[in-house]
């Protein structure tokens, strides 16, 4: 039967430390509303905007304003929103100032723009740095702001992040806790994301690729999974003939909802999220992701989607990928040499490490397993 394997991560115990010490009770406490809180903003019309409130009102971090900061590398700008739209000075978007004169402050640009590490100004940047730079000038001061600390979020082709304004300095404690938080907008912009993906068919959200369907689920003990048909129809036909999609909910998923749903709201955004193993051996890599949108008045929901892309278990190298892709297609080793640049001799190597890895005797055998994963 299928396996699951939980996105637990340090995260949880972390948390439980938090709970069972006085000093940071309080933050513990915070951190659970922001957590329940962010579960419930997903799939509304204005998420990032919720998110930016939902961050503010958890006073978890000294943050005076916070914003939504997108940046385009293809382009090199910037885009900066807030609950209201793009933010202006004097008419004008305040990107623009922030594009123009940010090579003033190099290190903290560099960050922004390249890193996806948890950053703030003043780490990066000396007290004199900062305070002669047209940005503390114009935008920075203005605000009564000291500090900013940068959030990476959803970093793809536009990298996502929310830029926090501080009156003081941040701190190693506020690292901490902005970790935290992190991880929490994270794990719920992802959700947020695939279920989005869902209502639209799997069509037009340039955040994800792949196929997702979303669930009714009936609370009342015993918990269970409405529709399971419509899955089905999305997922059969996507793993080759020798895995078939489940025809039911398997166990391991109904006792996962089950518990889920006897604890909402849940300890920590990033709990709500499992991966299903579909094949018994594992050897393959496909699986199924589970992610449980609850809700207070008991309209819970599941969400279940699977990425394209070559499983990560299976450790094939971008250049075996790409023999892959092009073996799904049809082509001839002498066609995937001319595409690739790469000898015939080359290719049949390539080969036999994918059957290998797959498991598989035959190209077509490894075909027809990787089916789907390239269907973008």
């Avoid at 439980?16 to 509303?33: C, I, R, V, W």
């Avoid at 799939?43 to 990032?48: A, L, R, S, T």
């Avoid at 047209?134 to 959030?151: E, K």
């Avoid at 992701?289 to 008045?297: C, E, P, S, T």
């Amino acid at each position: 039967m299928p396996d699951s394997k939980f996105f637990f991560s340090d995260t949880w115990a972390y948390l439980q430390g938090m709970e069972s010490n006085p000093s940071l009770k309080s933050d513990h406490d915070k951190l659970m509303a922001l957590s329940a809180q962010l579960q419930e903003a997903v799939g509304h019309d204005h998420f990032e905007a919720e998110c930016l409130q939902i961050l503010k009102a958890s006073h978890l971090l000294p943050i005076a304003v916070a914003h939504c900061f997108a940046f385009n590398p293809a382009t090199g700008r910037s885009t900066i929103t807030d609950q209201s739209g793009e933010v202006e000075k004097e008419g004008s978007p305040i990107s623009a100032i922030i594009d123009r004169f940010s090579v003033e402050l190099p290190k903290f640009k560099a960050a922004v723009e390249q890193s996806e590490q948890l950053v703030s100004l003043a780490s990066l940047q000396s007290p004199e740095e900062i305070a002669r730079s047209t940005i503390f000038q114009q935008v920075i001061q203005p605000y009564g702001l000291a500090d900013l600390l940068h959030l990476p979020l959803m970093q793809a082709n536009t990298r996502f992040s929310v830029m926090a304004g501080s009156p003081r300095a941040i701190n190693e404690n506020d690292r901490v806790l902005a970790l935290l938080v992190q991880r929490h907008i994270v794990a719920a912009m992802r959700n947020h994301h695939w279920l989005r993906h869902a209502e639209a068919n799997g069509r037009n959200i340039e955040a994800v690729s792949g196929r997702s369907v979303i669930l009714p689920i009936e609370a009342a003990p015993p918990v269970r999974i409405c529709n399971w048909s419509e899955a089905v129809a999305v997922f059969e036909g996507g793993f080759g003939p020798k895995l078939r999609f489940p025809k039911a909910p398997m166990p391991q998923l109904e006792n996962w909802l089950q518990l889920h749903c006897e604890s909402y709201p849940l300890q920590a955004t990033d709990l709500n999220r499992a991966e299903f193993a579909l094949d018994a051996s594992k050897r393959t890599g496909h699986s199924l992701h589970a992610v449980f949108l609850g809700d207070r008045n008991l309209a819970h929901r599941l969400l279940l989607y699977r990425p394209v892309g070559v499983p990560d278990a299976l450790g094939l190298t971008s250049r075996e990928k790409s023999v892959l892709a092009w073996i799904c297609r049809g082509k001839s080793n002498e066609s995937i040499g001319v595409f690739l640049g790469i000898s015939k001799n080359t290719v049949r190597k390539h080969i036999s490490r994918i059957l290998a890895k797959l498991h598989t005797e035959t190209r077509s055998e490894a075909a027809s397993i990787a089916r789907g994963w390239f269907e973008d």
